[in-house]
């Protein structure tokens, strides 16, 4: 018997064990199994079982709140996983198949484990949590495993419902729950569907939280441990049907969609405290509506302290409030005050604002108090409005009913008075009557002047310099330092003298070193002259502080800025242009998780804030989060009742790429509608109108893109030859095709790459649907596309299902090597970077039986993109096997030149030296990035 035999013999009873104690949730005894199973295979030096009892160590600790070690387990497993040399500690002799094949389905997995344990101890709502998204996502796609994208949205969900934004949280939520699996054993839709319920129950919104809950409860035995599932989902049905007085139709409910009630199948309490939580709360739950009030808040105290002991604070602060809720419904004013203190001290510190969202709309009367703690009144049931009215008569509605206040709104006022409940005080950005501070009337003169028509440059420098004549030391009322320092930053950028504020504001913040307004501007005073002089290049190195040439005005390091910011937020929690200044900070810096956090945090305190929202989509637009862009700038447009143009731009622009026409054609009517002045929103349009087969709208929108030009262009022709298309005039589509390759791609200044791209590739679409297979012209397009590079994949998928299915193939990634003649950077399909390339490595994907099949498909493909001149295949690489499918060419894949490859395909490498330096994670289009370029308006704003 060989080592790796006697291995399996070893390791596999105990991981079939492991794998029948989980389904049976018994979770402590299955990490109990894994722990013993890691320290085996560390002893038999064996990595790959022991990556694999790390995982369910660190799964199974989160049921036990065992954080500590989850993380500890999360931490080592990451490390092993993206260093060889680690993972040779334990292994010398690696089996490099084996654990490359664990890297792709293990490291998204161990870093969500690191995120959920780190929220355990912390919380949700810490503004770091919010980068373990965006990091999630980024992990799942470099290692491929995209099905795990489900995971980091279900974290999502919890992030931004901690942080009291449930539009948002909604909206994550939906998303996993409508998500069809890629894999059937990561189908996550019950728990979307449960997120999704417990929020409509937070909003009184019961009947509807009823039917998600009843779907969680349905799509519960296709979750990966389907019996812990369905009891969670089950005690949420319950809660709810409690909650509308119908708590006998739970067995029936649950019976018809084939789950049936049946409590006996939970594992002991000390096996899942996750699992027991969730079924002591829907019990307090049934006590409470029943009356048994001390008996359900018993229940809430045991875990309430157990909770706290362990520095569990994720579910802490639910078990808190609804302790709270009870003992305020028993009428005991002192002990829920005495409870809700330090439930405010921790949601404060650790950002968990939908608590306090939710303890204060109970103080003031909002909503009933009840065994949940609702965010909004019910709408039915025994504590809805309409029951109360009938039982005890009409009563006059709370403030936030009579007044129409948002749950943003809530969510405000609730940061707001827990300020004032943990420090006595808060501190206005603008004051309700700035005149009546000691220099308020001044402040208000020199803004009056300023605001006065026909203002010379140097009547703004004269106001500038008075206002920096104010001795630091003379301010006696912040609010009169902030105001300062805001007007004085804005005048700076016109003078180009931000130094000067920067000096004037660093001595007011000797004066008001605690009060978040002064501490937030002097931050954004900083980074004003940070900008400024690295824009004019004075800076000595980002180790030292800059000077100004001349000036001897110090600038602080970059990491003290970023803690005035810091702490300014800590000081002035509810401000949201406190966040957005931030935000600016942070992307700097490039720290684009905080960025995030602080843009969703201004955007959640103020839906109608247009430069909070284009900055979270443009994070979101960056990350291919295009989905969660174009909710956000809804939202604005929708619930912020935002009329900017700019927004609706921006949204239109985002349901454009995500091909959602009739909400793109809405948004760019709107932008139009609010004064958005851009030939290109013509151009959209018209392209929108001809997706939804409007010809008519289409060419007036062409009309006015082409009374904006010279020529018609690219993007003209491709227009006029799809309006042609569909009025069913080939003869015209064929003149506007004939056109275009009259055109060399290196002529094409009004559109970057990827719009020259898609241009053509919707031109050849055009013609595909007009022209016979067979017509030269459409044939003469489809050259040009494989001799630019840019051939769609329906069309390689069109060619291979011309030849049978066959079973045992092997999917390949072949590079070859195409060499150039020096006529090259004038041909018709050269790219501007590529004109100064004696020859270019091409990468293809094919599917074959061996590989001199594929090589013979990838010399086949290339021979059409440079017939001129015999290409050479230099790699080809087996990266997965065992597909039943049509062989041939998938995908034509990036062009790429440099003397490293040349030097390597010299040398005569062998296949395995020429992969590893060959990068094809490596984003071709690095190549010709254009942000460094200037702003020009001529290029559609969606190709710069």
């Known amino acids: 018997m060989n080592g790796k035999d006697a291995a399996q013999d070893l390791f596999e009873p105990l991981f079939e064990r492991l794998f029948q104690l989980n389904d049976k949730g018994y979770k402590r005894s299955a990490f109990r199994l894994a722990e013993e199973i890691r320290r085996r295979a560390r002893e038999e030096k064996n990595i790959i079982p022991y990556l694999y009892a790390n995982f369910h160590s660190m799964n199974c600790a989160q049921a036990l709140f065992d954080h500590r070690t989850g993380r500890d387990r999360a931490v080592e497993t990451?490390?092993?996983?993206?260093?060889?040399?680690?993972?040779?500690?334990?292994?010398?002799?690696?089996?490099?198949?084996?654990?490359?094949?664990?890297?792709?389905?293990?490291t998204a997995c161990a870093y969500d484990n690191l995120a959920k344990h780190h929220a355990i101890c912390e919380g949700y709502g810490r503004e770091e949590l919010q980068g373990l998204i965006q990091e999630g996502y980024d992990v799942c796609r470099r290692t491929g495993k995209l099905q795990c994208l489900t995971c980091f949205r279900e974290y999502a969900v919890n992030v931004y419902e901690a942080a009291g934004d449930l539009d948002l949280a909604m909206h994550f939520a939906r998303s996993v729950y409508r998500e069809l699996p890629l894999v059937e054993e990561n189908d996550r839709r019950s728990v979307g569907a449960l997120q999704y319920s417990r929020h409509l129950t937070m909003l009184g919104r019961l009947e509807e939280a009823r039917e998600m809950a009843e779907a969680a409860v349905g799509l519960a035995k296709y979750y990966h441990t389907p019996l812990e599932q369905r009891v969670f989902a089950q005690c949420q049905l319950g809660e709810i049907l409690t909650l509308l007085g119908r708590r006998q139709e739970l067995e029936e409910r649950c019976a018809v969609v084939g789950e049936p009630v049946d409590w006996t199948l939970l594992p002991p309490r000390e096996e899942n405290p996750e699992l027991w939580l969730r079924r002591d709360l829907f019990e307090a739950t049934e006590l409470a509506c029943a009356g048994r009030l001390a008996d359900a808040l018993e229940i809430l105290r045991r875990w309430d302290e157990w909770l706290m002991s362990r520095e569990v604070w994720s579910e802490w602060f639910e078990v808190r409030l609804r302790r709270v809720a009870l003992t305020m419904l028993a009428k005991d004013a002192a002990s829920a005050e005495s409870l809700a203190r330090p439930l405010r001290?921790?949601?404060?510190?650790?950002?968990?604002?939908?608590?306090?969202?939710?303890?204060?709309?109970?103080?003031?009367?909002d909503v009933p108090l009840s065994p949940v703690a609702f965010l909004k009144p019910p709408e039915s049931g025994p504590l809805s409005r309409a029951a109360s009215k009938a039982t005890q008569g009409e009563k006059t509605p709370p403030a936030s009913e009579e007044h129409g206040i948002s749950v943003e709104e809530s969510v405000r006022q609730a940061a707001h008075e827990a300020d004032n409940a943990v420090v006595g005080e808060s501190q206005p950005e603008t004051p309700a009557d700035e005149a009546k501070t000691a220099l308020g009337k001044q402040l208000d003169e020199w803004l009056e002047r300023l605001l006065q028509e026909g203002l010379e440059p140097d009547d703004v420098a004269q106001v500038f310099e008075k206002m920096l004549a104010v001795d630091p030391a003379s301010v006696e009322d912040p609010d009169d330092g902030a105001r300062l320092i805001y007007l004085a930053g804005q005048l700076s950028e016109m003078l180009d003298r931000q130094l000067e504020v920067w000096d004037w504001a660093q001595r007011l913040l000797t004066r008001f070193p605690e009060n978040g307004d002064v501490l937030n501007l002097v931050a954004t005073a900083a980074l004003a002259a940070w900008s400024a002089v690295r824009e004019a290049g004075e800076e000595e190195s980002s180790e030292s502080s800059p000077r100004e040439a001349g000036r001897n005005v110090s600038l602080p390091k970059l990491e003290q800025i970023g803690a005035w910011f810091r702490k300014s937020l800590d000081l002035s929690p509810e401000y949201p242009r406190h966040y957005t200044r931030a935000a600016q900070f942070f992307r700097m810096t490039g720290d684009i998780g905080m960025a995030e956090w602080c843009l969703a945090r201004s955007f959640t305190l103020n839906r109608n804030n247009p430069q909070a929202v284009l900055g979270l989509?443009?994070?979101?637009?960056?990350?291919?989060?295009?989905?969660?862009?174009?909710?956000?700038?809804?939202?604005?447009?929708?619930?912020?009742?935002?009329?900017?143009?700019?927004?609706?731009?921006?949204?239109?622009?985002?349901?454009?790429?995500?091909?959602?026409?009739?909400?793109?054609?809405?948004?760019?009517?709107?932008?139009?509608?609010?004064?958005?002045?851009?030939?290109?929103?013509?151009?959209?349009?018209?392209?929108?109108?001809?997706?939804?087969?409007?010809?008519?709208?289409?060419?007036?929108?062409?009309?006015?893109?082409?009374?904006?030009?010279?020529?018609?262009?690219?993007?003209?022709?491709?227009?006029?030859?799809?309006?042609?298309?569909?009025?069913?005039?080939?003869?015209?589509?064929?003149?506007?095709?004939?056109?275009?390759?009259?055109?060399?791609?290196?002529?094409?200044?009004?559109?970057?790459?990827?719009?020259?791209?898609?241009?053509?590739?919707?031109?050849?679409?055009?013609?595909?649907?007009?022209?016979?297979?067979?017509?030269?012209?459409?044939?003469?397009?489809?050259?040009?596309?494989?001799?630019?590079?840019?051939?769609?994949?329906?069309?390689?998928?069109?060619?291979?299902?011309?030849?049978?299915?066959?079973?045992?193939?092997?999917?390949?990634?072949?590079?070859?090597?195409?060499?150039?003649?020096?006529?090259?950077?004038?041909?018709?399909?050269?790219?501007?970077?590529?004109?100064?390339?004696?020859?270019?490595?091409?990468?293809?994907?094919?599917?074959?039986?061996?590989?001199?099949?594929?090589?013979?498909?990838?010399?086949?493909?290339?021979?059409?993109?440079?017939?001129?001149?015999?290409?050479?295949?230099?790699?080809?690489?087996?990266?997965?096997?065992?597909?039943?499918?049509?062989?041939?060419?998938?995908?034509?894949?990036?062009?790429?030149y440099d003397e490293d490859l040349e030097a390597i395909y010299s040398l005569g490498l062998d296949a395995d030296e020429t992969d590893e330096s060959m990068d094809l994670d490596e984003d071709f289009d690095d190549d010709f990035d254009e942000d460094d370029e200037g702003f020009d308006p001529n290029i559609p704003p969606e190709d710069r």
């Open 345 to 365: 001290q921790e949601a404060r510190r650790r950002k968990a604002w939908l608590y306090l969202t939710r303890l204060a709309a109970m103080e003031r009367g």
């Open 617 to 896: 989509a443009q994070i979101y637009s960056d990350a291919d989060r295009e989905q969660d862009a174009l909710a956000v700038l809804d939202l604005c447009l929708r619930d912020g009742k935002c009329e900017d143009a700019e927004v609706a731009w921006e949204a239109g622009l985002v349901a454009f790429r995500l091909g959602r026409y009739p909400e793109a054609l809405t948004y760019l009517n709107q932008s139009e509608q609010w004064g958005w002045n851009s030939p290109w929103l013509y151009f959209y349009r018209a392209w929108t109108h001809l997706n939804l087969k409007q010809v008519e709208d289409a060419q007036k929108d062409i009309d006015r893109f082409m009374a904006t030009r010279d020529a018609p262009g690219l993007a003209g022709h491709v227009l006029y030859a799809w309006v042609a298309q569909l009025l069913e005039l080939p003869d015209q589509v064929r003149d506007h095709i004939k056109a275009v390759l009259q055109m060399r791609i290196q002529d094409i200044n009004d559109l970057s790459e990827t719009g020259i791209e898609k241009n053509l590739q919707q031109l050849y679409e055009v013609a595909r649907q007009a022209l016979p297979p067979e017509d030269e012209v459409l044939i003469g397009l489809q050259d040009r596309l494989f001799q630019a590079g840019i051939v769609p994949d329906h069309v390689f998928e069109a060619d291979r299902r011309n030849r049978p299915k066959v079973s045992d193939l092997n999917y390949y990634v072949c590079v070859c090597r195409q060499p150039l003649e020096e006529t090259w950077s004038k041909h018709p399909a050269c790219w501007p970077h590529q004109a100064s390339w004696p020859a270019y490595f091409a990468f293809w994907g094919v599917l074959a039986r061996n590989s001199e099949e594929a090589e013979h498909y990838v010399l086949q493909a290339q021979s059409r993109c440079y017939p001129d001149l015999s290409a050479e295949l230099v790699s080809t690489t087996v990266e997965e096997g065992g597909f039943f499918d049509h062989p041939g060419v998938v995908w034509q894949g990036a062009r790429r």
């Open 78 to 106: 990451i490390a092993l996983l993206e260093s060889e040399e680690k993972a040779r500690e334990i292994q010398p002799d690696l089996p490099i198949d084996e654990y490359e094949g664990v890297i792709h389905w293990l």
